[in-house]
């Protein structure tokens, strides 16, 4: 067991890699996208490249993936109130792994507070990982392959062609660039089920001093 618990370490230990198999698995039969390896790696890399960016620590950006690599585990107990569940489970993971209690608090801060219903941003990580968590929308993530029974969340992320997170040129603002085929989903839908998800977003931004910027089909919607 490492002295220093690292990302690559969590990635590949194979406890946290079953609870977030199971988790998706539960998730998929709930008929929810996918939320397995795909989600929380790339949750992990945005989280982590938003901060590195921003000049933030390379420990500080190291717990933003582990963060972003355990944040939807609490999945694996129930949807509701994964957020907080997910934190206890991390709690006792990472303490088992000697972790000090000054990152484990950052971390499952960060878990605690990164569902919409419920979270806020309270530190760099946590603002970091609602950012990453809820601009990943992709048609990748559809699990349905029959059109005619997509639902609202399945059209949504089949419209979208291409997704892209990143800071503007000045490093004032975060934007998340969305090509969405409007034949599929209207540009309202999106808003419809995801304006919460924009809103908590647009509050982690501000938290680390920036703008929170989203632009559609080459369109500022916010």
Do not use: W
């Amino acid at each position: 067991m490492p002295s220093v618990v690292t990302y690559k370490y969590i990635k590949e230990n194979a406890d946290i890699r079953e609870y977030i198999r199971r988790a998706d698995d539960e998730l998929k039969v709930l008929g929810y996208t996918e939320h397995s390896f795909a989600h929380v790696e790339r949750v992990a890399h945005t989280a982590g490249t938003l901060l590195a960016d921003l000049g933030y620590d390379e420990r500080t950006v190291e717990l933003a993936k582990i963060a972003g690599m355990m944040h939807d585990i609490g999945n694996v107990i129930n949807r509701i109130d994964h957020a907080q569940s997910g934190a206890v489970m991390a709690f006792r993971l990472l303490d088992n792994m000697n972790m000090p209690a000054s990152e484990i608090s950052q971390i499952i801060s960060a878990i605690g507070n990164h569902d919409e219903s419920t979270g806020q941003p309270l530190n760099p990580i946590s603002a970091a990982l609602i950012i990453a968590d809820k601009t990943d929308v992709r048609r990748s993530r559809v699990r349905n392959s029959d059109l005619l029974t997509f639902d609202i969340h399945d059209r949504v992320n089949y419209a979208v062609e291409h997704s892209e997170v990143h800071l503007n040129e000045s490093r004032t603002s975060v934007i998340l660039e969305l090509t969405i085929d409007a034949a599929i989903s209207p540009v309202a839908e999106y808003f419809e089920i995801f304006l919460q998800r924009m809103l908590l977003c647009k509050k982690a931004a501000h938290f680390l001093g920036l703008k929170f910027e989203l632009i559609i089909n080459g369109t500022a919607v916010l």
